[in-house]
């Protein structure tokens, strides 16, 4: 288990959204993804651009059995600023390269705070 | 017997060589009417691969020297056996000459007479003719739905190996949905498929381009590897690999020291615009290296430890094949592999072994149909 810091007001980081913060000098993105709170560091794998700086969305998806494109996990991915690498919000997944995983930390909300476990 | 000489010790097939089919070559095996239209041009004034009506060269307005190398032919089973056991040559794979810009036709149904008229001139002349002459079937890209039909048709022949793509002077690249009845066929039929492309000036793309450059120096040193790098790219937007898992495929003529640019050029831009190729399981590189490749016109590296570099760039050692290109001008010897600082299990796969997988033939050139063995989709 690790340390638990108050990182914000759940009111400040409404339905959709995502917010910046620092603890103990590491910067990390809080996201509402439908409800519910999920947290990753700041700093993407690539060139360590500012990741969670990025923009919010869905992706592309295409059916293998009927060739069809489809736009999918609407507000659950967040893209890098830099160069548009995407990972998957909720478990930090690189889409492109399934090997690479960012590490996640646990956001528990209580009586409206968010507390995030580093 | 085939003489090895020097090479005793290395089982030698040859990934692409041509045979000069003519005019009359074809006629008894063309359909009406385009047979009469073989016969109109029997007795045109001719060069080397620049036939009006047959081998459209579009090379017409640049100065002809004489000298220069010599234009070689090959016009018989015999001869080419013959040439090829003179180069330690144990099993090659054929190609055509003046239909090697097949592609540049503008009528479909003549272009598609003319790839019927060589597949059946191939299967009843040349392939499997003598010892180890194996044959690609001719696709038009013309016509898919007929190039597929030559390929159920011929499937089982003994002499074929697989199917013959052209790109020199192509007008839309292999990878658009209209040639999907090829790869379907070539995937069921467990043939595999090779890219070939050649030097014209029509005005395909990245074929009219050339007209950028005023010297064949120039025109002839990128033109093949550019066009199979477009196809390639084509290939790879469109997830033909993805699509036809079970499809080999090889790109021939291009050389190979591209192949290592593609594959880092495509994964960079993979990171930036994954989501415009979400077909694409792995990044770009997988399929690459996942490709066949022929090696002539090998690089002849200064330091001839550089040729073995760029092969392990793209992890080649299983997917590199010799191929001579005989009789061309550029044609390489197998000794160019034998004196490269390839190790010496690399140079028996790449003169050898890969091409055997590849073929799926073994070293009598019989077929070994592992496909319809494990039953994949038939
Ligand atoms: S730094 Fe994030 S994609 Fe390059």
Redesign the interface.
């Known amino acids: 288990m690790g340390r638990i810091f108050d990182v914000a007001a759940a009111q400040d980081i409404p339905l959709g959204t995502h917010k910046i913060v620092t603890v103990k000098g590491r910067t990390i993105g809080i996201f509402n993804i439908k409800g519910s709170y999920h947290a990753l560091p700041n700093i993407c794998p ?1 060139q360590i651009g500012p990741l969670c700086e990025g923009k919010v969305s869905g ?4 059916d ?1 059995k009927t ?1 069809e ?1 489809h736009w999918t996990e609407e507000g659950e991915i967040v893209t890098c600023p830099w ?4 990972f998957r919000v909720q478990t930090g997944e690189c ?4 090997q690479v995983k960012l590490r996640t930390y646990n956001v528990t909300q209580i009586d409206g705070r968010l507390l995030l476990e580093i | 017997m085939i003489k090895k000489g020097q090479y005793e010790d290395f089982f030698i097939v040859d990934a692409d060589v041509h045979i000069n089919e003519t005019p009359e070559d074809l006629i008894p095996y063309c359909d009406l009417p385009w047979r009469k239209a073989l016969e109109a041009i029997v007795n045109v004034p001719r060069r080397y691969l620049n036939i009006p009506g047959f081998a459209p060269q579009f090379s017409g307005n640049r100065p002809f020297w004489p000298g220069g190398f010599d234009k070689k032919t090959v016009n018989t089973p015999d001869q080419l056996r013959e040439e090829l056991t003179e180069l330690g040559i144990d099993i090659a794979i054929i190609f055509p000459d003046n239909l090697l810009l097949i592609a540049t036709f503008p009528q479909r149904e003549y272009a598609a007479a003319l790839a019927r008229a060589y597949n059946a001139y191939l299967v009843d002349q040349w392939a499997d003719k003598r010892e180890g002459l194996k044959g690609l079937l001719l696709a038009a890209p013309q016509d898919p739905v007929d190039a597929a039909r030559e390929i159920n048709k011929y499937k089982d022949e003994e002499g074929i190996v697989g199917v013959y793509l052209p790109c020199g002077g192509l007008h839309t690249l292999w990878g658009h949905e209209m040639y999907n009845p090829i790869f379907e066929a070539a995937e069921a039929a467990g043939l595999p498929v090779i890219f070939h492309s050649v030097l014209t000036l029509n005005t395909a793309f990245p074929f009219n381009g050339l007209e950028q450059f005023e010297t064949e120096f120039a025109r002839h040193a990128l033109a093949h590897s550019m066009s199979l790098m477009f196809n390639m790219l084509r290939l790879i937007e469109t997830g033909v690999p993805v699509r036809y898992p079970n499809l080999k495929m090889c790109f021939i003529e291009g050389g190979i020291s591209w192949v290592p640019y593609m594959s880092m050029r495509l994964d960079k831009e993979y990171m930036e615009r994954r989501r415009y190729v979400q077909h694409l399981e792995k990044p770009p590189s997988h399929y690459i290296k996942n490709f066949y490749y022929g090696t002539q016109p090998i690089e002849e590296p200064e330091n001839p430890g550089d040729l073995a570099k760029v092969i392990e760039l793209y992890e080649g050692e299983n997917t590199t094949m010799f191929a001579s290109d005989w009789p061309h001008h550029d044609f390489d010897h197998p000794r160019a592999i034998l004196n490269s600082g390839l190790s010496k299990e690399v140079k028996r796969k790449i003169l050898g072994e890969n091409a055997l997988a590849f073929f799926d033939i073994d070293r009598q050139g019989k077929r070994m149909r592992s496909h319809d063995k494990k039953g994949i989709l038939s």
């Open positions: 690539h992706t592309l998806y295409r293998k060739w494109l160069h548009g690498l995407e889409l492109a390269y399934k």
